[in-house]
């Protein structure tokens, strides 16, 4: 049996792909996890989320599939401040010298 071999060249899928905007996508899907992660906990229903967040019910199945092109990243933190999330953007100097400079979400 013959080992598949992979290999990992950074830490956004979306670049390793060579998906344009791929930083922008990356935080967007952890964003999307956030929110996914914080209805599941609450027991949130998507009609429910739906309400909460002004969309349609539709648009917030794609989003938690993965589609979420159609949300800016500002949209994205609204959802989590109508889910009772404060939202803190921090800026720092870069620090690691292997790591080029990155977005991230905590």
């Given at each position: 049996m013959s080992k598949k071999k992979y290999e990992s060249v950074s830490r956004n899928v979306f670049k390793d792909l060579g998906i344009r905007n791929a930083d922008e996508h990356l935080v967007k899907a952890q964003l999307v996890f956030k929110i996914e992660t914080l209805m599941k906990k609450r027991g949130l229903k998507q009609i429910e989320a739906a309400d909460l967040f002004g969309i349609r019910q539709p648009d917030v199945s794609k989003m938690l599939s993965g589609d979420f092109r159609?949300?800016?990243?500002?949209?994205?933190?609204r959802?989590?401040?109508?889910?009772?999330?404060?939202?803190?953007?921090?800026?720092?100097?870069?620090?690691?010298?292997?790591?080029?400079?990155?977005?991230?979400?905590?």
């Amino acid at each position: 049996m013959s080992k598949k071999k992979y290999e990992s060249v950074s830490r956004n899928v979306f670049k390793d792909l060579g998906i344009r905007n791929a930083d922008e996508h990356l935080v967007k899907a952890q964003l999307v996890f956030k929110i996914e992660t914080l209805m599941k906990k609450r027991g949130l229903k998507q009609i429910e989320a739906a309400d909460l967040f002004g969309i349609r019910q539709p648009d917030v199945s794609k989003m938690l599939s993965g589609d979420f092109r159609q949300f800016s990243v500002e949209r994205l933190l609204r959802f989590l401040v109508a889910l009772d999330q404060d939202v803190e953007i921090r800026v720092k100097p870069h620090r690691d010298s292997k790591n080029a400079p990155a977005l991230h979400v905590s």
